[in-house]
């Protein structure tokens, strides 16, 4: 459902013409990753709330600098927590990785079976997504997180579209009620035909609207459950 293609259109969007992006966090620090951990002693391992995966969730959240409750949010969303899950996409795993999204960040494509690599991806592209975006620090968390998961969802070459047609009608392109209407706007031709618009029509507002309502909900049910 996401890491869809349009993430190829999006980078393209968001550069101007197709190229290999800077990865944070290449194969080798992946697997730098996994050896450190196979090597450091056991820690104590806290109970689980919200799913089996805590744990690892917890790990790979702090090692990519996610909140893992918003990383398990995700993974209800996209996959009920289901390891071996595969969509008729080829979307793989409990966070639902394409192998795009895997080349992207020179990871080799069968390794997303692994749930570890599958959710290190998820987090690294999280990552990717905030800095491509360049929010203001003033801008309110639910507002961020809520365009960072729009991105993540329908690609963020249409996020960016959405964004440029707000600010260039005055209105802020740093909330998310308001890119949201953008989205939406992004169906009809007069707006996806202007010339700041990059990635053309949009169709799918209906779905990543709700998705992204579907995540934030679980984000703070499981804030509440958990810290």
């Known amino acids: 459902m996401v890491l869809s293609v349009a993430l190829?259109?999006?980078y393209e969007?968001?550069?101007?013409?197709?190229q290999e992006l800077q990865a944070?966090?290449?194969a080798e620090a992946i697997a730098a990753n996994l050896k450190f951990s196979e090597q450091a002693p056991a820690e104590e391992e806290l109970p689980c709330?919200?799913?089996r995966f805590d744990n690892l969730m917890r790990k790979v959240g702090a090692e990519e600098g996610q909140d893992w409750r918003l990383m398990s949010a995700i993974a209800?969303?996209?996959?009920?927590?289901?390891e071996n899950l595969e969509s008729k996409q080829g979307a793989k795993g409990i966070m639902q990785i394409r192998p795009v999204v895997a080349r992207h960040f020179k990871v080799p494509v069968e390794s997303i079976n692994d749930t570890e690599t599958n959710i290190r991806l998820a987090g690294m592209l999280l990552s990717e997504l905030n800095d491509m975006l360049r929010m203001p620090s003033s801008t309110p968390e639910q507002d961020r997180l809520s365009i960072i998961l729009a991105s993540y969802n329908a690609g963020i070459g249409h996020v960016l579209d959405a964004r440029r047609l707000a600010r260039s009608e005055g209105a802020n392109p740093n909330s998310w009620a308001v890119?949201?209407?953008?989205l939406q706007l992004k169906s009809t031709p007069d707006y996806y035909q202007k010339e700041l618009v990059k990635c053309g029509k949009f169709t799918g507002s209906g779905q990543t609207l709700s998705y992204v309502s579907q995540v934030m909900r679980k984000y703070n049910q499981y804030c509440s459950l958990a810290i």
């Open 24 to 26: 944070p966090t290449t």
């Open 49 to 51: 709330i919200i799913s």
């Open 8 to 10: 190829i259109a999006a």
């Open 76 to 82: 209800y969303s996209e996959s009920r927590f289901i």
């Open 13 to 18: 969007s968001a550069i101007g013409q197709p």
């Open 179 to 182: 890119v949201s209407r953008y």
